[in-house]
């Protein structure tokens, strides 16, 4: 980054283009389906890679913009990231394609609209036992 001074507006939109672009780039890449996804190393390293820029934006997002959208979790979602990216022995492809198939549907509409995200945690990535849940910040119940 720069050293010009940026304003927190400029930045968050910056931050929220770059989630809905990663989450728009998951949804085309597994298109094809579970079975597309489940046999191709490749879509799964996209799928993932593409969810560590999710958490990673969503990581730099101001605190300002944070009080603003308190139904955000800003907190799992950087989480989810942070198993992803350092957890990688331990990524369980199933629990990745769950998310993509019962949270990235309900996202872009719902961030747009600055209600949330996804509720995701560490554990619902990576199959361990913990906080999870199946119902996407979108109100989806899955």
């Known amino acids: 980054m720069c050293c010009q001074k940026r304003s927190w507006y400029e930045s968050d939109t910056e931050r929220v283009r770059d989630i ?3 989450i728009e780039r998951i949804q085309r890449y597994t298109a094809a389906g579970r079975q597309s996804f489940e046999v191709s190393e490749l879509v799964q390293a996209w799928v993932v890679h593409h969810l560590e820029i999710v958490g990673e934006a969503a990581c730099r997002l101001s605190d300002e913009w944070r009080r603003g959208h308190p139904d955000v979790p800003v907190r799992g979602i950087v989480g989810m990231r942070n198993a992803l990216a350092h957890g990688y022995f331990e990524i369980d492809a199933v629990a990745v394609w769950n998310v993509v198939e019962r949270d990235l549907p309900c996202s872009p509409d719902v961030f ?3 209600r949330s995200l996804l509720v ?4 619902k990535m990576t199959g361990r036992r913990g906080r999870s ?3 996407c910040a979108g109100g989806c119940r899955h």
Do not use: F, H, K
């Open 133 to 135: 849940t199946q119902i």
């Open 120 to 123: 995701m945690t560490p554990a």
């Open 20 to 22: 809905l672009e990663a």
């Open 112 to 114: 747009r609209a600055s």
